[in-house]
Each structure stands twice: as C-alpha cells, then as structure tokens.
C-alpha cells in the first residue's frame, strides 16, 4: 500500500476525518511510525542521561577521593571545596536543572515537628560552641566528626555525600 | 555519665529523631513534609534559596577546608 505523502512527509490524508478504508490505514500506520520513532528518541535520551549520569557521578567518586586525601588548612584543601561550590552555585544561577516538585500541602505542626531536632541540634552546638568553648569534655558536632574526617575513606565518602547534598539542593 | 557521653547521646537522640522524622514522612497520607521537603519549602523564595546553598557551602567549608 502506497500512502500518499505531503511534501513535509505528512500523510496528506492524515487527518482524523479521512473516510476511506486506505485513508484510515496510512494514517494508522503513520500513527504507528510516529509512537515507534518518539519511543526509540525517547529510550535513546533515557540511555544517553544515564551514561552522563554515571560518567558525572563516577568523575564526581574521583574528586570526592582525592579531595578526602587533602588536610585541611591547606590551600588544595580550599580549592576543593569551592570548586564543587562555585560549579553547583553556577548550575543553580545558569543552567537550573528541573526542579523537584513543590512539598505537599502539610499541616503547619508538620513543619514544626522539624523544629524539634533542627533546634536541640543549634542548642547543643551554641551551648557546647559558644559557652563551653567546644571542648572535649563539651564537643561540638565538627569536633566529634574530626576523629572520623581523618580517615581518609570517612573523608571522601563525607565529600561525596555532601557534593550530592548540594546537588540535591539545587534540585529543590 | 560524664558530659562528654551525654552530649554524644544528645546527639544520638537527634541523628534518630531526624530519621524516624523523615521514615514517618515517607508513609502515605503522612502529615510530615520529609527532609527534603523542608529544605524544598525553605528554597521556595530565592531568599531562602540563597541562604540554603550558602549553609551548603559553608559545611563544606568547614568540615573539609577549616
């Protein structure tokens, strides 16, 4: 079966009041051609985020590991940490990805129930911070994690999660 | 208890505050807004937005620079 085609390679019968039998045939089977052709664009763009996805993330597992071997107070140890600052901040302000939905309609206490932990946490660290003077005996949260930051696989594994924290972040 | 074990446990008692918060969150029909969602709330004005990447990038800073 010849289907008759407009010069932009439009059934020229493609319309959803062509009457005749052959009519209704082409446009089904440009129907068709259509649905195969958008779904294989679609898988292909599917395939091609995932490989950038995993090529920007492993890169991402890379620097997280050499930035995790840097000692803080050092000048190397600066620029990596405001180079995924400076990338995700010009992402955010340049190139916004989509944005995750806005959050559900919850109750106001639901927000507050957050307050709870969100403010003991600010408590324990302007108590143990700013009136013990963060001591052993009164620690704050960055002297008990100074300990673990020293291993160099805790480091690392805490820059990447902080990296997709921010990635997270800027999704929001 | 010496105060340096108490303010661990403090501490403790917050980490799984945080997280039964959010696995509430997560049930259907749940009241709660989870994690994220409060920082996605936080983030609706640019404002917030600015301040919420700004405390990012300062953990950072802190933790890994300082």
Known sequence: MICPLAPDGRDRRFSATAGSPRDRRCRDRRVTIDLVTSGENALERTRANTRWAVAVWSAAAVFAWVAGGLESFTAAAEVAVLLPVLVLFGIAVFAPPPRKPAPRQVPLRGWLAWLVPILGFCGLEVVNGFIFGSVPAHPTWSILMDPVLEWHPARAAAVLIWIVAGWELVRR | ?66
């Open chain 2, 1 to 66: 208890m010496s105060s340096r074990a108490f303010t661990i446990l403090l501490f403790g008692l917050i980490a799984a505050g945080i997280l039964t918060l959010d696995l509430l969150a997560r049930r259907p029909e749940s009241k709660l807004p989870t994690f994220g969602e409060v920082f996605g709330f936080l983030s609706q004005r640019r404002v917030g937005r600015v301040l919420v990447l700004g405390f990012w990038g300062w953990s950072g800073w802190h933790f890994f620079a300082r």
